[in-house]
């Protein structure tokens, strides 16, 4: 059984930084299956990054890192800006499993 639990999220200023968590638990075989998605309030759940694959809006101020010791995946965030505003999930690409999400708000 597959387990990812998100963490790190919360309310910070524009141009801020937050390090999101997932830890990752069961029959997961490489943590590069792993990527980040967000969904914006009224808005459809979107892709930020999978197999070091960023979307443009987050290219180069964000970045995924792995800790196999530790089976966890984290994504780092700079320079933060109020459209990155979501809740953001850890998913096992081509799976159906899907952390519960970390609430992150940018705002002044």
């Known amino acids: 059984q597959v387990r990812l639990v998100e963490s790190g999220g919360g309310l910070v200023q524009p141009g801020g930084s937050l390090r999101l968590s997932c830890a990752a638990s069961g029959s997961i075989s490489d943590l590069y299956d792993l990527g980040w998605y967000r969904q914006a309030p009224g808005k459809q759940r979107e892709l930020v990054v999978v197999?070091?694959n960023y979307t443009p809006s987050v290219k180069g101020r964000f970045t995924i890192s792995r800790d196999n010791s530790k089976n966890m995946v984290y994504l780092q965030m700079n320079n933060l800006k109020p459209e990155d505003t979501g809740v953001y999930y850890c998913?096992?690409?081509?799976?159906?499993?899907w952390g519960q999400g970390t609430q992150v708000t940018v705002s002044s």
């Open positions: 197999f070091e």
């Open positions: 998913h096992l690409v081509n799976t159906v499993h």
